[in-house]
T-cell receptor
Framework: DAGVTQSPTHLIKTRGQHVTLRCSPI?????VSWYQQVLGQGPQFIFQ???????GRGNFPDRFSARQFPNYSSELNVNALLLGDSALYLC???????????FGPGTRLTVL | QKEVEQNSGPLSVPEGAIASLNCTYS??????FFWYRQYSGKSPELIMS????GDKEDGRFTAQLNKASQYVSLLIRDSQPSDSATYLC???????????????FGQGTILTVHP
């Protein structure tokens, strides 16, 4: 079975722009979580969706939003990009809300 | 106090030795505990999960959990140069609440296994 997939792999944006990141979970997984990882730190939780409903939100500004589609894929949107948003954005999927989470390859976002 | 703490290292061990990685957490009622391995430039890869006190072994890896001491560790036996990576400890909170499935990570321990 295919693992978690994310697109795009890399992205370069300028300050103030908007970005949409996409994630497809492992087949059969109904929960998708998003994390931000900056260099030298562990991933930080942004959102969790389970059965298409938001089930958790981390300490991120309202510029960050997400949604989950009927096929359980997910999008993360970030508005009004700041230099500090430059990071590796990771998507993880799990069968249920509190199960083992498996990460995709990530999207490397650079904001100039 | 950080929610999950790890010694950032780097931890350097010779090939064939046992590498011991440690993690402490602050939420006494945390439910689930995970170890991820992350190679440079790659995403985290789940290598162990543990849910109850005691030891759990999987090949060369052993996870140890002590909820009373709020401590979880990972032992890597017969360390290989290919084990050189950053090891991330992650914890999920207690049942219920709005962050039920949230993984809280430590900052990671860099492990180097030298031939």
């Amino acid at each position: 079975d295919a693992g978690v997939t994310q697109s795009p792999t890399h992205l370069i944006k300028t300050r103030g722009q908007h970005v949409t990141l996409r994630c497809s979970p492992i087949s059969g997984h109904k929960s998708v979580s998003w994390y931000q990882q900056v260099l030298g730190q562990g991933p930080q939780f942004i959102f969790q969706y389970y059965e298409k409903e938001e089930r958790g939100r981390g300490n991120f500004p309202d510029r960050f939003s997400a949604r989950q589609f009927p096929n359980y894929s997910s999008e993360l949107n970030v508005n009004a990009l700041l230099l500090g948003d430059s990071a590796l954005y990771l998507c993880a999927s799990s069968t249920r809300q509190n199960n083992e989470q498996f990460f995709g390859p990530g999207t490397r976002l650079t904001v100039l | 106090q950080k929610e999950v703490e790890q010694n950032s290292g780097p931890l350097s061990v010779p090939e064939g030795a046992i590498a011991s990685l440690n993690c402490t957490y602050s939420d006494r009622v945390s439910q689930s505990f995970f170890w991820y391995r992350q190679y440079s430039g790659k995403s985290p890869e789940l290598i162990m999960s543990i849910y109850s006190n005691g030891d759990k072994e999987d090949g060369r890896f052993t996870a140890q959990l002590n909820k009373a001491s709020q401590y979880v560790s990972l032992l890597i036996r017969d360390s290989q140069p290919s084990d050189s990576a950053t090891y991330l400890c992650a914890v999920t909170p207690s049942l219920g609440g709005t962050s039920y499935g949230k993984l809280t990570f430590g900052q990671g321990t860099i492990l180097t296994v030298h031939p």
